[in-house]
């Protein structure tokens, strides 16, 4: 199993981004595919996720209006939309797999990719 983030860059507050995590190696039908970040400093911290079967998400109330995670099956690809980017958004953003419940902390995702650096500038 293999996730290779990518998106990632320096933007200015209110700017967007669109981060894409690709999955190989699997069938990633009994998975969620989830997105954390890390700042300096801090723990690794939930995002958001959807489930890879019927589409269910979830997201953390900090990015809740702002983010949007979706997936194209045909690519084996999830995105994760970040509008209305704020300084506090900046850190080290990975993509990891994990049960279809869409579990909320990093030590129930079994894969992860490497991160890929998301840095808002104010």
């Known amino acids: 199993v293999q996730l290779q983030a990518s998106g990632g860059g320096l933007v200015q507050t209110g700017d967007s981004l669109r981060l894409s995590c690709v999955a190989s190696?699997?069938?990633?039908?009994?998975?969620?595919i989830g997105w954390f970040r890390q700042a300096p400093e801090r723990g690794r911290e939930f995002v958001a996720a959807?489930?890879?079967?019927?589409?269910?998400?979830s997201y953390a109330n900090s990015v809740k209006d702002r983010f949007t995670i979706s997936r194209d099956s045909a690519k084996n690809t999830v995105y994760l939309q970040m509008n209305t980017l704020k300084p506090e958004d900046t850190a080290v953003y990975y993509c990891?797999?994990?049960?279809?419940?869409?579990?909320?902390?990093?030590?129930?995702?079994?894969?992860w990719g490497q991160g890929t650096l998301v840095t808002v500038s104010s």
């Open positions: 990891a797999a994990g049960h279809p419940s869409i579990p909320l902390v990093p030590y129930e995702y079994d894969h």
């Open positions: 190696g699997h069938t990633f039908s009994s998975y969620a």
């Open positions: 959807i489930t890879w079967s019927d589409g269910r998400t």
